[in-house]
């Protein structure tokens, strides 16, 4: 965001912080929602920290991506590939979205 | 090092800054008229904006003012308009209104003067450059601000739009107290919005005072050239329906202008640029210049290796003329000479 706007706030009466929230975050939101997309569709592919964090415990700790590993080690194939297509699915489907509303939003 | 100070001594608002880079020194020390418009003219990079931005506390750090930006209560319009682009026209113009207690300025007013009345429930991406500058204005000016700061607030827009926006600026001037400072690199704009005038060369301010006089000095670099004429308050007299042309009187006799200006009481600000004046020794009577007036001369000054600015009475206004120096001296033209001046145009302040 421009910093004259943040002058131009402030220049009306907001201080730092008030600028700052009713200026810079409103601003700001097409930028979190897609930070918090972003993160999310990445974490969705994470491995090693969740195992290491969460441990894989089935019903609450194990995640897609652990699950999928899981069936590979058990030779269990068939699982393995019906997961990993829901997985690509689902990311598609997230980044997808996120590309259509940032372009709605960037024409408005 | 620096100081500064905006307080308010009487009728004047006292403005002294000082402020040191290593390419540049600002160094101002003068006081303004606490009514009125006050044109700050100057070159790019003479140091206009920092000056605004150091009376409004932009420049960071720099301020031995202990009050924050927020709390100056000094207005300022940027050159690009500043809105929020999250708030629709109404909630921008109510964002400095909702942070201030006093009240002095009626928002209904402000609406109506600036023409908003339609415009409240849009967002700022839907507006043009003249309506989003007039959005600004308004939410400036509704925080009653004890001087409001215009940094060339017509500069990004193109010559239709600045037509659009000049009347409601003159409307401003007209309805409401508040003191402005305008910046602007167009003498034009300056002679037609401003009662005071300031010119900055160079961080330091070079001449000051009531708009006529300034423009009638003769010693001014900045000020010789095209930049170079005078302002003259006259009032409309008759109209020439036949040829499309008002005559408007003055101190110093009649001057015909095309086009039809009211006749009302109200007088009409002419600027006269020097380049367009020439000087006669006799009255011309063969001429296709319509305006011939008598003059005496005032004073005559080199601007140049060539050119020369001689500063014409007629009645009780200025003309100037920019002639060349050859001119001076062929016509052996000085102080105390009665002579007749020739103006070729005029532009009028609509």
Redesign the interface.
């Known amino acids: 965001m ?1 910093r ?2 943040l ?10 912080l ?1 600028a700052f929230f ?2 810079a975050v ?2 700001s ?1 097409r930028g979190f929602v897609g930070a918090a997309v972003l993160s999310f569709a990445h974490t969705l592919g994470e491995f090693g920290v969740v195992l290491m964090v969460g441990g894989n415990i089935p019903g609450e700790t194990r995640v897609i991506s652990i699950a999928i590993y899981d069936s590979v080690e058990t030779l269990d194939y068939g699982d393995a590939h019906q997961m990993s297509l829901v997985l690509l699915g689902f990311a598609f489907v997230v980044l997808l979205g996120m590309f259509v509303v940032n372009k709605r939003w960037s024409m ?1 | 090092m620096i100081v500064q100070d905006v307080s308010r001594i009487d009728a004047h608002i006292a403005l002294k800054h000082a402020l040191r880079r290593s390419d540049f020194e600002l160094d101002v020390d003068v006081q303004i008229p606490a009514t009125g418009i006050t044109g700050l003219f100057g070159e790019s990079g003479s140091g206009k904006t920092t000056l605004l931005r150091c009376i ?1 506390g ?1 420049e960071a750090g720099l301020s031995h003012d202990p009050r ?5 209560g ?3 319009v ?1 050159q ?1 308009p ?1 809105l ?3 708030l629709d026209v109404r909630r921008n113009i109510e ?2 209104l909702r ?2 207690s006093s009240n002095r300025i009626d928002q209904q007013q402000v609406i109506a003067l600036l023409g908003l009345g339609d415009l409240l429930d849009r967002k700022p ?1 839907g507006l043009s450059g003249g309506e989003a500058q007039r959005v ?1 204005i308004a ?2 000016l509704l ?1 009653s601000p004890r001087l409001v700061l215009m940094d060339e607030p017509l500069a990004s827009l193109d010559q239709r739009r600045k037509e659009e926006l000049l009347p409601y600026l003159d409307r401003l001037h007209e309805e409401l107290s508040v003191p402005i400072i305008y910046v602007s690199h167009s003498i034009d704009e300056v002679s037609r919005l401003c009662d005071h005038l300031l010119l900055i060369d160079n961080g330091k301010i070079v001449a000051s005072g009531e708009l006529h006089e300034v423009l009638s000095r003769l010693d001014l670099p900045l000020l010789s050239g095209s930049n170079a004429g005078s302002v003259i308050d006259a009032k409309a007299q008759r109209y020439d329906s036949v040829y499309d042309l008002t005559e408007l009187g003055f101190s110093g006799g009649v001057l015909c202008v095309p086009g039809r200006y009211e006749e009302r009481a109200k007088s009409v600000r002419l600027r006269i640029a020097a380049q367009d004046v020439s000087i006669c020794l006799k009255r011309p009577d063969a001429t296709t210049i319509l305006n011939v007036l008598a003059a005496e001369i005032d004073d005559v000054q080199s601007v140049g290796p060539s050119s020369a600015l001689v500063r014409l009475a007629v009645g009780t206004d200025y003309l100037l003329a920019l002639i060349t120096r050859r001119s001076v001296a062929r016509l052996q033209l000085k102080k105390g000479d009665a002579v007749y001046a020739q103006v070729k145009s005029v532009t009028v302040k609509h």
């Open positions: 421009p004259q706007t002058e131009f706030a402030w220049t009306q009466g907001a201080s730092k008030d009713s200026v409103p601003m939101v408005r | 409004a932009l924050p930006v927020h709390k100056r000094v207005g300022y940027f690009e500043q929020f682009p999250h964002f400095g942070r201030t991406d600004a939410s400036v925080r």
